[in-house]
């Protein structure tokens, strides 16, 4: 492909809107987490999300030892939050890397302070490139604030192409 044609694919991918996630997983004591902006729903019945995790990452070793996760949906305003998921994972008593949390049926953590939240269990995996395509059964899900996704492009990050 020609250096125009690949500027253009670049340009083209990061058109598709993104908001931003925290995944996370816990298997006994080990937690991982990270902020992902790559989801969507991808069936009704049963309900199923699609997330790009990096396959490098101490959150995606979890994620493979436990299958199960939760998604905490950052709401507008909180680029904040999300920068503070980009580091390495550090639960300290009941916050992860500075975030208070809750947990419900999987025990992955739920940031307290997201817009809303889905949790299941892990039923496939597409370890194709540099992040797996992880399908994941929504089983339970709760709405907290309710406000609009905060997205990759209110943040002023460019993270796809």
């Not at 020609?2 to 991918?13: C, D, G, I, P």
């Not at 006994?28 to 990096?54: H, R, Y």
């Not at 597409?126 to 709760?142: F, L, P, R, S």
């Amino acid at each position: 492909m020609n250096e125009q044609a690949e500027a253009a694919k670049k340009s083209t991918l990061r058109m598709i809107p993104y908001g931003l996630y925290v995944l996370t997983a816990k298997d006994g004591d080990e937690v991982g987490s990270g902020a992902i902006n790559w989801v969507t729903q991808t069936s009704f019945a049963p309900p199923l999300v699609a997330m790009g995790v990096k396959k490098d990452s101490h959150l995606y070793a979890v994620l493979q030892k436990t299958g199960q996760f939760a998604l905490s949906f950052l709401a507008t305003g909180q680029k904040d939050l999300a920068f503070a998921h980009f580091k390495p994972t550090a639960v300290e008593g009941s916050t992860i890397n500075g975030s208070a949390f809750e947990t419900y049926e999987t025990g992955a953590p739920v940031l307290s302070d997201a817009s809303a939240w889905v949790e299941g269990k892990v039923v496939g995996n597409v370890d194709i490139g540099d992040h797996a395509c992880v399908i994941g059964e929504v089983t339970n899900a709760g709405t907290l604030s309710g406000a609009p996704i905060l997205t990759l492009e209110e943040c002023g990050v460019k993270y796809g192409g």
